[in-house]
T-cell receptor, first 108, second 112 residues
Framework: DAKTTQPNSMESNEEEPVHLPCNHSTISGTDYIHWYRQLPSQGPEYVIHGLTSNVNNRMASLAIAEDRKSSTLILHRATLRDAAVYYCTGASYDKVIFGPGTSLSVIP | NAGVTQTPKFRILKIGQSMTLQCTQDMNHNYMYWYRQDPGMGLKLIYYSVGAGITDKGEVPNGYNVSRSTTEDFPLRLELAAPSQTSVYFC???????????FGAGTRLSVL
């Protein structure tokens, strides 16, 4: 099964960029890399996903390493509403396995 | 669209009781998943299904059963509830594993 590792926690000052790393060294060539976030007392919500190329959407950017063994979720300007647990996921065949997540704190 | 609907939202069980957690999606998604999330922890995959009539085990299937008789519904059955099954249960669906997973609001279960 695809395994992911992430730092347990990170801090950011409000209005500053945040780079959240994820290692997925066992990912296969056809597995997409997904990122989700979970606000307190809510279910996870989609943030961004990609296969090989860097991706941008209104919420964030995703930078994928050339060897695909790691990726970085980039929040360009952290706000207090971005305080959440961020998960990168590895999809092995039809299983979608969540990593342990990074708890992001945003300091006003 | 209602998306993914889970019922009940909360439930308290006594040790040894059984119950079924309901999950319904109206997006015609083939793939559906059940996760559990223990306090302060990440999500663990219990069971998943890639279509009606097809189910498979995830990371932590012991103590649970599932069925998938229709595309829309993916119920999770707990037999002989134990305190270790106290958790928040999330159901999710997606068109295929490359695409976005949509999550329900969760069922908070306590086994006392």
């Amino acid at each position: 099964d695809a395994k992911t590792t992430q730092p347990n926690s990170m801090e950011s000052n409000e209005e500053e960029p945040v780079h959240l790393p994820c290692n997925h060294s066992t990912i296969s060539g056809t597995d997409y890399i997904h990122w989700y976030r979970q606000l307190p007392s809510q279910g996870p919500e989609y943030v961004i996903h990609g296969l090989t190329s860097n991706v941008n959407n209104r919420m964030a950017s995703l930078a994928i390493a050339e060897d695909r063994k790691s990726s970085t979720l980039i929040l360009h300007r952290a706000t207090l509403r971005d305080a959440a647990v961020y998960y990168c996921t590895g999809a092995s065949y039809d299983k979608v396995i969540f990593g342990p997540g990074t708890s992001l704190s945003v300091i006003p | 669209n209602a998306g993914v609907t889970q019922t009940p939202k909360f439930r308290i069980l006594k040790i040894g009781q059984s119950m079924t957690l309901q999950c319904t999606q109206d997006m015609n998604h083939n793939y559906m998943y059940w996760y559990r999330q223990d306090p302060g922890m990440g999500l663990k995959l219990i069971y998943y299904s890639v279509g009606a009539g097809i189910t498979d085990k995830g990371e932590v299937p012991n103590g649970y059963n599932v069925s998938r008789s229709t595309t829309e519904d993916f119920p999770l059955r707990l037999e002989l509830a134990a305190p270790s099954q106290t958790s928040v249960y999330f159901c999710a669906s997606t068109r295929d594993r490359k695409n976005i997973q949509y999550f329900g609001a969760g069922t908070r279960l306590s086994v006392l």
